[in-house]
């Protein structure tokens, strides 16, 4: 499968972009979506030929998974790691030749791989076949096994290089006993293979992961979109976000029991990330208003402990939110996250790129806007 060869951005749009730097952090958010996670391969590889290399990476499910091909690369290899994983994660030839033939399609070759599983990703679980109330363990609970994916991420993701590199990397996991998300952040501690597989363990088709005492699921089972560890992250940054979402919170009125269900999943895993952006755009002007009160305040008053303790809630930083949003390609249905096909990974890998390209010629973070407003979004659908 050739996916080295998406349009490449112009010399001068390259060095206009480098010599522009970005105002503050660089952090990129990854939704989780399955085979809909080759747009954030395009998304990434625009931002790593223009000279901008994430400080923070987070993820979710296919987003942890490539936000730890990121982190856990250095600078020069990350990109053909991931273009490897998206590469091996592909259709067989046989299956591919299925999906482009008159007498298959993409619907019979989406449920060969329900039957089979996808190369190097996951493989059916032979004991699911005992019936959905044998007992097999809550670490072994599901319809696939995910020992592909085990090695072939052992096998291109260094964590030690990942736990001691220059790009910190956040991935959330849904605790299954208290229903509790938990974000874990090779900041704090060490990361390792399980924590990934966490973030990617959706049931009932891959069966939890245990860290410690505790059981984990895929985090999109609670927030698909983990946007919010950037804002209550401590202490608060100026930073540019690059929030990369794969599921469209916007889509027409279905008439078909088949929409009803793309519909239904585009809701659910879109994740009410908007609702969450306008929440805390809100608290984010708070902050700012509280701040700017403080410094209006006597110096001798400034000074006390308690006014110290209630201007500690105010910040004056500034995040610029860039919201990038997969595009519904023409045939995609509610299979659309298990099409592994050489043939939509391009082209989602190259939405991505041209997404971002436009993004970053654009550079809507330099535009005016209030001061007060600490939280700024650019929707990539209007640069």
Same mark, same amino acid.
């Given at each position: 499968m050739n996916l080295s060869n998406p349009p490449k951005t112009s010399d001068a749009v390259a060095s206009h972009v480098r010599t522009h730097p970005l105002p503050g952090q660089v952090v990129l958010v990854l939704q989780g979506g399955?085979?809909?996670?080759?747009?954030?391969?395009?998304?990434?590889?625009?931002?790593?030929?223009?000279?901008?290399?994430?400080?923070?990476?987070?993820?979710?499910?296919?987003? =942890?998974?490539?936000? &730890?091909?990121?982190?856990?690369?250095?600078?020069?290899?990350?990109?053909?790691?991931?273009?490897?994983?998206?590469?091996?994660?592909?259709?067989?030839?046989?299956?591919?030749?299925?999906?482009?033939?008159?007498?298959?399609?993409? =619907?019979?070759? @989406?449920?060969?791989?329900?039957?089979?599983?996808?190369?190097?990703?996951?493989?059916?679980?032979?004991?699911?076949?005992?019936?959905?109330?044998?007992?097999?363990?809550?670490?072994?609970?599901?319809?696939?096994?995910?020992?592909?994916?085990?090695?072939?991420?052992?096998?291109?993701?260094?964590?030690?290089?990942?736990?001691?590199?220059?790009?910190?990397?956040?991935?959330? =996991?849904?605790?299954? *006993?208290?229903?509790?998300?938990?974000?874990?952040?090779?900041?704090?501690?060490?990361?390792?293979?399980?924590?990934?597989?966490?973030?990617?363990?959706?049931?009932?088709?891959?069966?939890?992961?245990?860290?410690?005492?505790?059981?984990?699921?895929?985090?999109?089972?609670?927030?698909?979109?983990?946007?919010?560890?950037?804002?209550?992250?401590?202490?608060?940054?100026?930073?540019?976000?690059?929030?990369? @979402?794969?599921? &469209?919170?916007?889509?027409?009125?279905?008439?078909?029991?088949? *929409?009803?269900m793309t519909r239904q999943k585009d809701i659910q895993y879109s994740s009410r990330a908007m609702n969450q952006i306008e929440r805390q755009r809100q608290l984010h002007y708070l902050r700012h208003i509280i701040k700017e009160l403080a410094m209006k305040l006597p110096e001798d008053e400034r000074g006390k402990d308690a006014v110290k303790e209630l201007e500690a809630q105010g910040c004056l930083t500034h995040m610029h939110l860039v919201r990038l949003l997969a595009p519904n390609l023409g045939g995609q249905d509610n299979m659309k996250d298990i099409d592994f096909s050489a043939a939509g990974i391009r082209r989602r890998s190259a939405a991505g790129y041209e997404d971002t390209v436009r993004v970053l010629t654009r550079k809507p973070w330099e535009d005016p806007f209030d001061p007060l407003e600490g939280f700024i979004l650019h929707d990539s659908v209007l640069a």
């Open positions: 399955g085979a809909l996670g080759a747009y954030q391969m395009g998304v990434f590889r625009a931002l790593h030929e223009s000279g901008i290399e994430p400080d923070w990476v987070i993820g979710t499910s296919i987003g =942890a998974i490539n936000a &730890s091909l990121i982190a856990g690369n250095k600078h020069e290899d990350r990109l053909d790691r991931m273009e490897e994983f998206w590469s091996r994660v592909g259709h067989t030839p046989a299956k591919d030749l299925l999906a482009a033939s008159p007498f298959g399609g993409m =619907a019979v070759a @989406n449920l060969m791989t329900l039957a089979t599983g996808v190369e190097s990703f996951f493989a059916p679980n032979p004991m699911a076949l005992l019936g959905p109330y044998a007992p097999l363990g809550p670490e072994k609970a599901g319809y696939y096994s995910v020992a592909p994916l085990r090695e072939l991420l052992s096998e291109l993701v260094d964590f030690d290089h990942l736990n001691t590199g220059p790009t910190r990397l956040t991935v959330g =996991a849904a605790n299954v *006993q208290t229903a509790q998300m938990r974000y874990f952040d090779s900041r704090d501690e060490d990361l390792d293979l399980r924590h990934v597989l966490a973030s990617g363990a959706l049931p009932p088709a891959f069966p939890a992961v245990r860290i410690g005492e505790e059981l984990y699921w895929d985090g999109g089972v609670l927030s698909n979109t983990p946007v919010e560890a950037v804002f209550d992250d401590s202490p608060r940054k100026n930073s540019v976000i690059f929030m990369v @979402n794969l599921w &469209s919170p916007d889509g027409a009125e279905p008439d078909t029991l088949w *929409q009803v």
